[in-house]
């Protein structure tokens, strides 16, 4: 922006003459003469070394120039060098003319010939030569008396020559121009042609001029004009007075706190501020004025460009013409800001608050741009509303009456600044809000900052607008990017490359981020604006992406708790993130997402962690950190964790564990795990440690609410006198997760000492199920609660008992719990023949049960009907195998069915039964003897399976291995792929080769899996010494506890591939324990799966359908180790 005075196209008429003078005197020396004007002293000689100038009488003349008297002259004398000075008033303010002829030597040097300024007695700049290469040239000099080396600040005329100088001076410009021998008849002191000279950044204040020549140099006709007036006006009124170039109007103002303040709340109580008279020329000229207002209350502002003087009155408006901007404050009008013009234009709504006003008058086009600079904190202007531009000329504006003018009521103002413009402005913006040369701070506000670009797929185009607010055109060139990330920018639109005063053009900037971040660059163009070449400033973009993922580590880990990491970039843009958790390596099945964490948009890698709790112990776990923002999800690396071994000897328990006065394990006993992977086990506590004793210290300890608990102990009351003795002979644990045990009552009566305890499934409480003496459902008394519970695949828990308070014909049955309490599945003395399919009642329901999918299978005799003796069951068929669930039950096989396989072979009566999920059963039976059926081969196994029975094996007879057959059976289970899986001891070897595990298909008929004696695959060539223990899963995975040819004990494991070493005892076999390696002394698994009869079913197992194992580890001093081999 270039400043200059308010000029006008009339002569000199807001010039007042300083100072003048036309030599008319007497002949003789200058010194002491005292005529003409405005000077603050006479003539003085002040150069000892030469002489005073002298008077010439012939003085000189210049067409237009009205001319007197005689002329300052050089005369010989000292050095020949002649001068004088004369003192003025101090000028150094608005535009000063300093104005005289000459002609003066031929060349120049050695400080002469010259018409010099000072101030203070220093020359502060001057007019003439001074040797060099422009020494014959009339020039422009400086402080130090020479001219600039580029010619720039000399004009062609000949300092020999007779020369009318015209210099002007811009103090608030800081430019000194120079007129050689001008028309007089056109030259405009208001708005003069273009200079012959010109020095920039040089505007010499002085008191004091000096003319200085040798060799017959001679001046005449000086003069010195002056624009006190002359904008620019800078006024903080931090004086508390108002400067000369401003007077009031009005009565109620006031200074407080270096602000201009306007009382009164009535319309009629307005006051302003305005210009003087002669201050500019607000018409003729292009200016920029700017007001800083405050107004905390109810307040009514105006500030604008009027004619003569705005009174005020009872109206809204001033009452001369004027184009004006109104503000309201404290809620008047809804606290609007509105242009007047020839009607009211509302733009803003400010609201209180301090704010800063501007009006840019375009004299070329007569109109008018307010902008507003809202809550504003000093500083740059930065307009927030743009409104205009309205034409000024239909106003009725009076040049030169024409004034700026700001005032009101209830609202104080400071900080007045108005200048004048000249040639082009330029004045860019985005998105209406000013962009200043050289803003390195892009703002959203401006659109510098264009926001977020996807990286892949996106891109955002900002158009700016670049705007010629001054009086002459202005030339644009193209707009070219830089900076760091500038290959990210691109100009799409450039600007029209001329823009005429008071018109736009626009260009558009596409950002297409290369990369996720903050991505920087700077847009610049030139242009003629005389301060804003070329025009600057920075944009910035932020690239954005799908999060970046790193999977961390695992830390904190437990036997059932974990805390894991990771870290995560939201490359820009708000990002959810989970931790995705399973056992699956490729975390395709069984994943579980943690709750959703937020992260803010940044482009930092940001922690994350998530804590895990309920997990499996002994268990291998995949996890992976995923995060997902607008641009896409991404998910880091799988990593994994193995949890620890759910307990161990030495481990403390607390309250929250179920020991109330706290304690340590001293050793987990073996026990069941479920197919979630949850085990159930009895253990003994630290006898001595917290509040464990001899008389509490056994314990049944479950993981099933995802960390490990004491559900039951030994002397929990359970009556006055009463406690639980807990020996647990029988556990179960069911899929869902519910506990339960069989048990004994110290200081109860043997009629009602034995129990059922059961815990939910999240091991929150345990309650009693049922205990002896208890009044069973429907009638009669529970007795002799000693048999195995089971549960089918439902989650209902069966068990048979006896009766007492019945008759004998009814005194055994089942009973069934689904969480609701105990219901009678069947009762002894039920008719039971439409099952049958002939005349039969249940007699005693023996504990041969198996239970599994819907419902469980038992044993019973059949009986005459108790209540009407004449209808009799047939006593040669007075044994069946039954099926049975809630209000259904169905014959399997009955005591003389004959027996598939066998010629001849009837069944004599029923041992034992297994159950799988799938609702098929094997049994064990003996046949009828006869002719070819005797002791020795009448046992036999059967399957069950859809329906259709099948022999697995006959004693005697069915050949195992190497001709060799069985002599007898021992526990067997079927599964849900039609297998049975069965122990046996084989007939004809000897005692450490006869024990046998085989496996039964109906189409492969019967798999050797393991003999005593044989090779144990997996153990390094040991054999299998002696068959200890087997479990058999729901879906026929086994675990076979047997010791070795070594003497030490193993576990082999079949979960499809044979039956292969999975742990075993003895030298170089270790497992962690306290942090260190120990050696696995002996080892052991849970036993008890089987009922009466050796058929299992529903009865839990030491091995889950995945194969998981629980064992207890020996490891000597006292140290044992739960583990879970997965």
């Not at 001679?218 to 624009?227: G, K, P």
């Not at 620019?232 to 009565?251: A, K, R, V, Y």
Request: with cysteine; charged share 15%; net charge negative.
């Amino acid at each position: 922006m270039v400043l200059g005075g308010f000029l006008t196209a009339s002569a000199q008429s807001s010039f007042t003459t300083v100072a003048t003078d036309s030599f008319n005197y007497s002949a003789g020396t200058l010194n002491g003469a005292s005529g003409g004007s405005g000077w603050t002293n006479n003539w003085t000689w002040s150069y000892g070394s030469g002489s005073s100038l002298v008077v010439n009488t012939s003085g000189f003349g210049y067409t237009g120039l009205s001319t007197s008297g005689g002329r300052a002259a050089w005369t010989s004398g000292g050095n020949n060098i002649s001068q004088c000075t004369r003192q003025v008033p101090l000028m150094n303010s608005g535009v000063v003319y300093v104005r005289f002829l000459a002609q003066l030597e031929t060349g120049s040097g050695g400080g002469t010939p010259q018409f010099r300024l000072r101030k203070s007695g220093s020359p502060t700049g001057a007019f003439g030569g001074n040797g060099g290469t422009y020494a014959a040239k009339m020039s422009i000099l400086n402080s130090g008396l020479v001219t600039l080396s580029d010619g720039t600040a000399s004009s062609s005329a000949n300092l020999s020559a007779l020369n009318l100088v015209v210099a002007r001076i811009d103090y608030s410009a800081a430019k000194t121009e120079m007129w050689v021998n001008p028309n007089l008849s056109t030259f405009d002191y208001e708005s003069p042609p273009t200079a012959d000279a010109t020095y920039a950044g040089l505007a010499p204040e002085f008191d004091t001029i000096e003319m200085i020549t040798r060799s017959a140099g001679s001046f005449d006709e000086v003069t010195i004009l002056q624009n006190p007036y002359a904008l620019p006006i800078s006024e903080n009124f931090d004086s508390g007075t108002l400067p000369t170039t401003l007077e009031q109007s009005g009565t109620t103002m006031s200074f407080s706190g270096g602000a201009v303040v306007f009382d009164g709340i009535e319309e009629n109580e307005r006051t302003y501020v305005r210009t003087k008279a002669g201050v500019g020329n607000l018409v003729a000229e292009s200016f920029v004025a700017e007001v800083t207002m405050i107004h905390t209350g109810e307040s009514i502002v105006f500030f604008g460009m009027g004619s003569g003087d705005p009174n005020p009155s009872g109206s809204y408006e001033p009452t001369a013409p004027s184009l004006h901007i109104r503000a309201h404050g404290g809620g008047l009008d809804g606290d609007s800001t509105g242009v007047v013009d020839d009607g009211l234009t509302n733009v803003a709504n400010l609201g209180n608050g301090t704010h800063r006003l501007r009006l840019i008058w375009n004299a070329n086009t007569q109109m008018a741009v307010f902008q507003l600079d809202e809550d504003y904190a000093g500083g740059a202007f930065q307009a927030d509303v743009t409104t205009g531009a309205f034409d000024g000329s239909d106003n009725g504006f009076s040049d030169p009456e024409t004034r700026i003018f700001f005032g009101g009521n209830g609202v104080s103002f400071d900080d007045l600044e108005i200048s004048v413009l000249t040639g082009p402005e330029i004045a860019v913006s985005g998105n209406g809000t000013d962009i200043v040369d050289g803003d390195s701070s892009p703002t959203e506000n401006d659109h510098t900052d264009f926001g977020q670009a996807d990286v892949v797929a996106g891109s955002v185009v900002r158009t700016f607008t670049l705007e010629n607010t001054g009086p002459d055109g202005l030339t644009v060139g193209t707009v070219s990017v830089g900076g760091t990330n500038a290959g990210d920018f691109t100009i799409t639109t450039q600007p029209g490359s001329s823009v005429v005063s008071g018109n736009s053009t626009t260009f558009q900037v596409t950002f297409n981020p290369s990369a996720a971040g903050l991505r920087t660059a700077t847009l610049s163009f030139s242009n003629d604006d005389g301060d804003e070449n070329p025009f600057n400033f920075s944009i910035q973009g932020s690239g954005t992406t799908a999060p970046t993922v790193v999977t961390g580590g695992a830390s904190a880990v437990t036997a059932y708790s974990v805390t894991l990491s990771g870290t995560v970039n939201p490359n820009g843009l708000a990002t959810t993130v989970q931790v995705q958790y399973s056992r699956d390596p490729a975390m395709a099945s069984g994943v579980t997402t943690t709750a959703v964490q937020n992260l803010t948009a940044g482009f930092s890698g940001q922690a994350i962690s998530a804590d895990l709790s309920g997990l499996l112990s002994d268990a291998s776990y995949y996890y992976r950190v995923i995060a997902s923002n607008t641009a896409g999800d991404e998910a880091g690396d799988i990593q994994t964790f193995q949890t620890n071994a759910p307990v161990a000897s030495d481990e403390a328990f607390g309250a929250a564990s179920g020991v109330a006065g706290g304690g340590q394990l001293y050793r987990p006993m073996p026990g069941l795990i479920n197919n979630d992977g949850r085990i159930l086990f009895e253990a003994a506590g630290q006898i001595g440690i917290g509040d464990v004793t001899a008389a509490n210290d056994e314990w049944l300890m479950t993981d099933t609410s995802g960390s490990m608990k004491v559900i039951a102990r030994e002397g929990t009351l359970v009556a006055s006198g009463q406690s639980l003795r807990a020996t647990f002979p029988q556990t179960l644990l069911t899929d869902g997760g519910r506990s339960l045990a069989l048990d004994s009552i110290l200081g109860a009566s043997t009629t009602n000492d034995y129990l059922y305890v059961s815990s939910p499934e999240d091991s929150s409480t345990t309650e009693i199920l049922s205990r002896e003496g208890d009044a069973a459902p429907v009638s009669g008394v529970f007795l002799t609660h000693t048999g195995k519970p089971l549960a089918d695949h439902q989650e209902r828990v069966y068990f048979s008992c006896g009766l007492s308070g019945v008759a004998s014909t009814k005194n055994s049955g089942i009973w069934y719990d689904s969480g609701s309490g105990l219901t009678k599945l069947v009762q002894e003395g039920e008719n039971v023949s439409v099952a049958v399919g002939a005349p039969a009642w249940l007699g005693q329901i023996s504990n041969v049960l198996a239970a599994g999918g819907d419902g469980c299978a038992f044993v019973a005799i059949l009986q005459n009907n108790p209540d009407i003796r004449t209808q009799k069951t047939d006593s040669k068929c007075n044994q069946a195998l039954f099926s049975a669930k809630p209000g259904e039950i169905s014959m399997i096989v009955r005591k003389g069915d004959a027996v598939p396989g066998v010629s001849g072979g009837v069944l004599n009566s029923l041992n034992g039964v297994s159950r799988c999920s799938s609702e098929d059963h094997a049994y064990l039976g003996l046949m009828k003897t006869g002719t070819s059926i005797t002791t020795a081969n009448d046992q036999v196994m059967v399957a069950v399976i859809d329906g259709v029975s099948s022999l697995v094996a006959r004693e005697g007879v069915t050949e195992i291995t190497g001709g060799l057959t069985l002599k007898s059976f021992g526990g067997f289970y079927i599964t849900t792929s039609g297998a049975v899986v069965f122990q046996g001891v084989l007939g004809g070897a000897t005692t450490t080769t006869d024990g046998v595990l085989c496996r039964w298909t109906q189409p492969g008929g019967i798999e050797l899996m393991a003999r005593e004696g044989d090779l144990a695959a997996g153990t390094g060539g040991l054999n299998v010494g002696t068959i200890q223990a087997l479990s058999v899963s729901d879906a026929g995975a086994v675990v076979l506890q047997c010791i070795l040819s070594n003497g030490k004990v193993a576990l082999l494991r079949d979960i499809g591939s044979g039956l292969t070493q999975l742990v075993r005892a003895g030298p170089g076999q270790t497992v962690v324990f306290g942090g260190l390696p120990r050696t696995i002394l002996t080892l052991s698994i849970y036993n008890k799966f089987v009922g009466p009869g050796g058929g299992g079913g529903g009865m839990g197992a030491a091995i889950n359908d995945s194969g998981e194992v629980l064992t207890v580890l020996s490891l000597g001093s006292r140290d044992y180790v739960a583990k879970v081999y997965r």
